[in-house]
């Protein structure tokens, strides 16, 4: 057995319109509904241009077969999410444009920069570009 990637992200969300938004505009994503038998008021995928669907939104209300029990916290078991990713100028553009809280830093020793911010739930996103 190996691990190949990461596949995607389950978050829970009072407020499914933001959340997706928040994602689709950040990185450019784009968002579709869940498959059947979820509704799409309750259950949202969010795709990479690969067509993987790399965030799956649920909202809190969501019918138990779609939850999983999480330790309490302010964003469940999820500490953070890491992306690899490109394009690092766009993404602080966006974030600038939006006045989004964001901080940057650098590990030069590994040719990396770091972007940090937080989705709607407080889910901290860690985007990570090498290179770029």
């Given at each position: 057995?190996?691990?190949?990637?990461?596949?995607h992200?389950?978050?829970?969300?009072?407020?499914?319109?933001?959340?997706?938004?928040?994602?689709?505009?950040?990185?450019?994503?784009?968002?579709?509904?869940?498959?059947?038998p979820?509704?799409?008021?309750?259950?949202?995928?969010?795709?990479?241009d690969?067509?993987?669907?790399?965030?799956?939104?649920?909202?809190?209300?969501?019918?138990?077969?779609?939850?999983?029990?999480?330790?309490?916290?302010?964003?469940?078991?999820?500490?953070?999410?890491a992306?690899?990713?490109?394009?690092?100028?766009e993404?602080?553009?966006?974030?600038?444009?939006?006045?989004?809280?964001?901080?940057?830093?650098?590990?030069?020793?590994?040719?990396?920069t770091?972007?940090?911010?937080?989705?709607?739930?407080?889910?901290?996103?860690?985007?990570?570009?090498f290179?770029?």
């Open positions: 057995m190996r691990v190949n990637a990461l596949d992200v389950n978050i829970f969300t009072e407020d499914m319109a933001g959340t997706t938004r928040f994602y689709a505009d950040l990185l450019d994503l784009d968002v579709r509904n869940g498959p059947p979820s509704k799409p008021e309750m259950v949202q995928w969010v795709y990479d690969q067509n993987r669907p790399i965030f799956h939104i649920n909202a809190k209300g969501a019918p138990q077969a779609f939850k999983r029990d999480c330790p309490s916290g302010p964003t469940g078991a999820i500490h953070h999410v992306l690899n990713c490109s394009g690092k100028d993404v602080i553009a966006r974030l600038t444009a939006k006045a989004t809280e964001f901080t940057v830093q650098g590990i030069p020793s590994i040719g990396l770091q972007i940090f911010t937080h989705d709607p739930n407080g889910v901290l996103l860690e985007l990570n570009f290179g770029d």
